[in-house]
């Protein structure tokens, strides 16, 4: 059984358009959260939310729109998308603890063309 | 802010030795947790080992384990008898223990590549 799901796995699309990713942890966990990975393989936290609440919003342009529609569920929402969005997104969750280990998704390759 | 260093963009070994990856990290905090991962092709993202900054023992999972010196903050990940499988990034993480300082989050490092050759 996937513990934590995304789709897609890989989007290709154009400058400008908007997209969405979604996530989904049948885990239990309460908190869920965002990663990008960029070209360079650095992973940076964008937003976490625990038990639907926005709880990290790490200086991410407001084009990135979080949403969670309820604990098990963390979609992202990108407008106007731009050549630098390309990067591999990762979901990830894990129970309300620093000492709880995060669980990853598999990650979702945007290519911006 | 915490920041965490991999000086090591890329390691080998060879299978059956021993390999050691090195993480530095800089925080004003005094508990914490540190994390190492490991992403191979696949793209998924596997918790190797973890080490809670107020245990001075130094954790150990198998064949991996860790030197942990809160002093010097550093944080390095042995890989011993190495296999053709453990071939990956190696990413070192930390995470706060305080909620007010967003102990949600990991702070992650540059990773290290590692390259295994038989």
Redesign the interface.
């Known amino acids: 059984d996937t513990a934590v799901s995304q789709t897609p796995k890989y989007l290709v699309t154009q400058m400008g358009n908007d997209k969405s990713i979604k996530c989904e942890q049948n885990l239990g966990h309460d908190?869920m959260?965002w990663?990008k990975q960029d070209s360079?393989?650095?992973?940076?936290?964008m937003f976490?939310y625990?038990n639907k609440e926005l709880?990290?919003n790490?200086t991410v342009p407001n084009r990135f729109s979080p949403k969670s529609p309820d604990k098990a569920h963390l979609n992202l929402h990108i407008n106007s998308l731009e050549l630098g969005d390309s990067a591999?997104y990762?979901c990830?969750s894990?129970q309300?603890s620093?000492?709880n280990?995060?669980f990853?998704g598999?990650?979702t390759?945007l290519t911006v063309l | 802010a915490q920041t965490v260093t991999q000086s090591q963009p890329e390691m080998s070994v060879q299978e059956a030795e021993t390999v050691t990856l090195s993480c530095t990290y800089d925080t004003s905090e005094s508990d914490y947790y540190l994390f190492w991962y490991k992403q191979p092709p696949s793209r998924q993202m596997i918790l190797v080992i973890r080490q809670e900054a107020y245990k001075q023992q130094n954790a150990t999972e198998n064949r991996f384990s860790v030197n942990f010196q809160k002093a010097a903050k550093s944080f390095s990940l042995k890989i011993s008898d190495s296999q053709l499988g453990d071939a990956a990034m190696y990413f070192c993480a930390y995470r706060s223990a305080f909620m007010n300082t967003g102990f949600q989050k990991l702070v992650f490092g540059t990773g290290t590549r590692l390259l295994v050759s038989p």
Do not use: C, H, M, W
């Open positions: 908190t959260y990663y360079k393989k650095f992973l940076k936290i976490s625990n709880i990290i790490e591999v990762f990830a894990s309300d620093a000492y280990e995060q990853f598999p990650g390759r």
